[in-house]
């Protein structure tokens, strides 16, 4: 009996050690920066049931103990900076880098409102910066478009993330003191939207579920354009109000017990109710996917902040460097290029326009560095480029687009095709089309009534080309009037009035509130497409011409090379693009192209590095000649 008393306490303390072990085995994940991010970690955390321990210090500070291997996450209010990644990287730790979402804020209006709804950087640091305070006391002071009026802002508690992204928004440190510091979001709302003269900054979230009661501010950061707060501006870059919330992830930390479960509650659809409660906006579904395809993978790096490793443009650059082609970007360019040799005198920029064809052929003979094309290159262009060993990169830039605008009440203008067009507008119909059944027997014996910009219109160009396919010249016999408005005023005032404008002119008619007139469709031969972002884009509408540049591959080993075609698609140049009429290219795309440009830097200095080393003779340690004979050089030496 003693002997199985001895066995069975023998199994109960070997029981007790297992578990004992199992216990300590299980170690707790440790989390440690942004209070902002804190709160989603430790939902997932009680959601997944993961051991978390969470360490509020600040950002700075938990990335700093992220590089140095002391915890398994570091929360942030943003990315890694190009030092704390060489810290990672001297220590060996090796990230994810997943988008937990935004500390997204409104600025708010009452309805009734009369101040500019669109407030520009100048505008923000202007209304709100800390030298403002008992200086900007009256809404004509932030702009002279603005009433005289005494303003009132509702801002609040320093402590609050709501505060933390305003300061992040208004250039300097700190947020003017004078203001009205109010305890809740709602307070906000309330003070704002019986005040015509206030401004008050809430979250995102908030301004969205307030309804008709306030209205959300845009904001125009750099000349980009007036963007409101929407996820999609958000996460597009254009709407600025808002920081990332980022969680990086010690790759060598993913075997922990917990941490994947931790990891998949965080980033998972279920989360977003989650990250609304608490007052910030939750990342899309298509961000939520690149999550859980980041951690699937394993995929170590940076995935939402490769603009930290960008391209930098050298200071005091020297070099020369060709540009030719088509005229079609002629305005774009020579803005651009004319603030780029201000900032780098030190580079010769040779620019010649003559049309596409030369342009392409001065292109693959090498004598252009760049050339502007509106089409990709024929079988025969390629081959040639092919006999000078010239490979080319295209640089979308977007497209010109004109659109056809009508009179409102002319039914039979709804939708006309390309020869329709054409017929309409060609230099040969002006004698024999002066009526309308004259371009179709089924419209009926209206007058023709046109209305076009002056001679030389890069938009009339652009609208004869996509009509015919060739350079036709326009009918001259119009009403030619540059200004786009009192044009489509003219053309809601004429039964069978038509004219014609680019998209982007098209957008501040729409935005006038002109009546009486409505856009044409086009049948390219494929149907009645009515113009929209989404034809654009899917190379639908007709009258449309693509504008790219095409580099020579080589060239693109060359740092003033580099430089130009960065700064073409540098975030603060795209009013530049934007103001060209330039669709199809937003500015949330401008960087993934500037990724793919960088990506093909470093391939073409790869080969040209190549190219060098192949150039040049090893060196050995034969004689390559006649032992006995002497160089004049060797000779020299020897004396």
Sequence with gaps: MQSLLRRIGQICLIALVLNTTALFAQEEITAVGSGIVAPIVEAAAEASEAAVTVNVSGTDRGLTAFCQGEADLALATRPLSTDEEFNCTIAGV???????????????????????????????????????QGQVNDWSQVSATNPSSLLSLYIPAETSPIYAALDALVDGVGIRSDVQTTASDDDTISAVS?????????????????????????????????????????????????????????????????????????????????????????????????????????????????????????????????????????????????????????????????????????????????AVAYSDLTAEQTESCAANNVTTLPVELGSQVVVLVANAQSDFLTCLTSE??????????????????????????????????????????????????????????VNLDNDVI???????????????????????????????????????????VEPSAETFAAGEYPLVRRAHLLVNRAS????????????????????????????????????????????AFEQAQAEAAQIAAESTPEATDEPTGDADEATPEATEAAE
Aim: proline share 4%; charged share 15%.
């Design 94 to 132: 090796e990230y994810l880098e997943l988008l937990a979402g935004y500390n997204a804020i409104a600025l708010i209006s009452s309805a009734d409102a009369a101040y500019n709804q669109c407030l520009t950087s100048d505008g923000l640091r202007t209304l709100l910066a800390p030298s403002a």
């Design 194 to 370: 019986s005040d015509p003269n206030a401004l008050g900054v809430v979250s995102y979230a908030s301004a969205a579920a307030a309804g008709d009661s306030v209205r959300a501010l845009q904001i125009n950061a750099d000349n980009v354009g007036c963007f409101s707060p929407s996820l999609e501006t958000i996460e597009g870059r254009e709407y600025t109000g808002a920081d990332r919330l980022f969680v990086y992830v010690n790759s060598a930390s993913l075997s922990k017990p917990g941490l994947s479960d931790l990891l998949n509650a965080i980033f998972s659809e279920d989360a977003q109710s989650t990250i609304e409660a608490l007052n910030l906006a939750a990342p899309s579904a298509d961000t939520t996917a690149a999550n859980q395809q980041i951690i699937t993978e394993n995929r170590l790096g940076r995935s939402f902040s490769r603009d930290m490793d960008a391209f930098t443009i050298p200071a005091n650059l020297i070099g020369a460097l060709s540009v030719g082609g088509s005229p079609i970007l002629n305005d774009l360019l020579q803005n651009v290029t004319a603030t780029f040799t201000a900032q780098q005198p030190g580079v010769t920029l040779d620019q010649s326009y003559r049309g596409e064809p030369e342009g392409i052929r001065r292109l693959c003979s090498g004598e252009l560095d760049i």
């Design 420 to 477: 329709q067009v054409a017929a309409a507008w060609s230099a040969s119909s002006a004698d024999t089309v002066t009526t309308w059944n004259q371009v179709s027997d089924e419209f009926p014996e209206t007058p023709v009534t046109l209305f076009a910009p002056d001679a030389g219109s890069s938009t009339t160009d652009l609208l004869m080309f996509a009509a015919t396919g060739a350079a036709t010249p326009a009918r001259i016999d």
């Design 486 to 528: 009192y044009r489509a005023a003219a053309t809601a005032n004429v039964e069978g009035g038509l004219t014609y404008m680019s998209w982007a002119e098209y957008q501040t008619v729409a935005q006038s509130g002109q009546e009486g007139i409505t856009l044409v469709a086009i049948d390219g031969g494929n149907g009645c």
């Design 556 to 599: 693109l080993a060359r740092p003033e090379v580099q430089s130009l075609l960065w700064f073409v698609v540098s975030d603060e140049n795209y009013a530049f693009i934007s103001s060209a009429g330039l669709v199809g290219v937003s500015f949330a795309d401008l960087e993934d192209v500037r990724f793919e440009l960088q990506d």
